[in-house]
């Protein structure tokens, strides 16, 4: 079941490349245009319209055609637009206020392969959590009084833009509101400690997102994208999602066969080989992420997404 949009346009149908913005303490909705990021809230007060505040207010309140409104407004006069050159963006955290983070692992053969796990026979889900989002040019803290074997995960996320629950596999994508780049980071020997992966997921920070909300209607094959990861400007990961398992159809149509996903949930879709779990060091031996390591990760079209650990 998808739940009925009440307007003719979805934030899928935006044709944008959207962000969260920090301004003043608060989070503001931007949008890349030409000469940077357009501060969609702003602009809106100065041409006396009405706006989303934010990308949850946005998602959850189904406002995309007074965000269409402000854009068409200011393709046509720019008098009166906020613009924020992108070098100066303090980027906040694409979603805030998700009720769900949903994350799914192994599911590229090739990085089940190299840890030595079966091929799964069922998307095996994990979950973060609100206290685990960051952002791009974030900073990531690490717990290093519990842990020492920080690794990072590539991923193409998910942003939903519609309640749904039991959705056919020909229909999933239509519950996509954009996509975008994550890492899942992870502290490997808290993930390995026990069966469960929770402990070595949820640590502070450890799910930066970003930075762009690259709406569905630019991205006609989620399962065509490069991804990339590089660590101090060493490539470690250069894969593609046509290897995925479960593709994102396959996915959606799973998840919400098990639950009800609300609009602004995410759902992060498995990393490929060359994460440092996978390397055939001995664990002491092995390139652990550390502080002041820069970890950029990317995927095709949705922009790279910058952290640095401390």
């Known amino acids: 079941m998808i739940g009925k949009d009440n307007q003719s346009l979805a934030v899928s149908d935006l044709n944008a490349r959207l962000a969260n913005l920090r301004v003043n303490g608060t989070c503001e909705l931007g949008a890349e245009i030409d000469g940077g990021v357009l501060n969609i809230p702003a602009t809106a007060r100065t041409l006396g319209l009405s706006a989303p505040s934010d990308m949850d207010d946005l998602l959850q309140n189904r406002r995309a055609a007074e965000v269409r409104a402000v854009l068409d407004t200011v393709s046509n006069n720019r008098s009166s637009a906020v613009i924020i050159p992108e070098l100066e963006v303090d980027f906040a955290p694409l979603v805030t206020r998700p009720e769900k983070i949903i994350c799914v692992g192994f599911n590229y053969r ?7 796990t079966p091929v799964p026979e069922a998307p095996p889900l994990f979950a973060k959590f609100h206290n685990a989002l960051n952002h791009h040019r974030g900073m990531v803290h ?21 309640e749904c629950c039991d959705v056919p596999e020909a229909r999933a994508l239509e519950t996509v509101a954009g996509y975008a780049t994550g890492n899942d980071i992870s502290a490997r020997e808290l993930q390995t400690q026990t069966s469960q992966f929770l402990a070595g997921k949820v ?26 990861t590089t660590v101090n400007g060493g490539v470690r ?18 998840v919400t066969g098990i639950m009800t996903i ?10 490929p080989q060359g994460v440092i779990l996978g390397y055939k060091e001995p664990i002491e031996e092995r390139p652990w992420l550390k502080a002041g390591d820069e970890v950029v990760s990317e995927v095709e079209g949705l922009g790279a997404l910058q952290v640095r650990l401390v």
């Not at 690490?142 to 519609?162: C, M």
């Open 110 to 116: 090739e990085h089940a392969r190299e840890t030595g």
């Open 142 to 162: 690490l717990p290093t009084h519990v842990a020492r074997q920080f690794d990072y995960e590539t991923e193409l996320v998910i942003i939903f833009g519609q």
């Open 203 to 228: 640590s502070d920070g450890f799910a930066p997102i970003g930075p762009w909300l690259v709406t569905a209607d630019r991205v006609p094959d989620p399962n065509a994208l490069g991804l990339k």
């Open 237 to 254: 990961q250069d894969w593609t999602t046509r290897d995925m398992i479960f593709d994102c159809r396959k996915l959606i149509s799973f």
């Open 262 to 271: 609300k609009p602004g949930d995410i759902l992060f879709t498995g990393t």
